[in-house]
């Protein structure tokens, strides 16, 4: 069985501070790394993806990578209000999309 | 882009009646997925499908849900007879590759209660 773990928070963080959130996962041969963001009551949507070892930033999100250590983790630069949310993180083992497992979420609230 | 459409956007129904779920994926993508998502168990693949064709139904919970996908532009999934337990919100999503590989777009979700 194919595991994604987050710790489903909730999670506070001051407005303007960095959220860290973290997610680990069972399949060493895992390739492909998605951070999705979900309001209440809406559906996610994709921030982030990442392939390979290290980091990958795009404007206040920087994902990171390490593949060793089966670790993911999605950092909010400069936390917002809006920026609260679940963040979901979804994990691709190959074999076809059932290959695609998600975790549960973390709650995230950014606190003003 | 209009984006994965699904509707209804809610469903209130009492047990043992049918359930019809609706999704049009988004123009070009030939995967559609369905999914469902509840506190405890969070997002849950039920079915998938690869150029109109059902690769794998073995997250469907049992023989009471059926998927159909007739053409590139409409899935349904079906729920005959719906119990309370089935409630839930179910999301159908779509992307351009079979693999997982690839982000998925979702639908606003169909939220389903069964009394």
Redesign the interface.
């Known amino acids: 069985q194919k595991e994604v773990e987050q710790n489903s928070g909730p999670l506070s963080v001051p407005e303007g501070a960095i959220a860290s959130l973290n997610c680990t996962y069972s399949d060493r041969g895992s390739?492909?790394f998605?951070w999705y963001r979900q309001y209440s009551g809406?559906?996610?949507?994709?921030i982030m993806?990442i392939y390979s070892n290290g980091d990958k930033e795009d404007g206040r999100f920087t994902a990171q990578l390490n593949k060793a250590s089966q670790y993911v983790s999605l950092l909010i630069r400069d936390s917002q209000p809006s920026d609260s949310a679940t963040y979901?993180c979804a994990v691709?083992?190959?074999g076809?999309?059932?290959?695609?497992t998600?975790?549960?979420?973390t709650h995230l609230i950014i606190q003003p | 882009d209009a984006g994965v459409i699904q509707s209804p956007r809610h469903e209130v129904t009492e047990m043992g009646q049918e359930v019809t779920l609706r999704c049009k994926p988004i123009s070009g993508h030939n995967s559609l997925f369905w999914y469902r998502q509840t506190m405890m168990r969070g997002l849950e693949l039920l079915i998938y499908f690869n150029n109109n064709v059902p690769i794998d139904d073995s997250g469907m919970p049992e023989d009471r849900f059926s998927a159909k996908m007739p053409n590139a532009s409409f899935s349904t999934l079906k729920i005959q007879p719906s119990e309370p337990r089935d409630s839930a919100v179910y999301f159908c999503a779509s992307t351009f590759t079979a693999g997982g590989n690839s982000p998925l777009h979702f639908g606003n979700g169909t939220r389903l209660t069964v009394t």
Do not use: N
């Open positions: 390739q492909s998605f809406k559906s996610p949507e994709l993806f979901l691709y083992s190959g076809g999309a059932d290959g695609l998600f975790g549960k979420g």
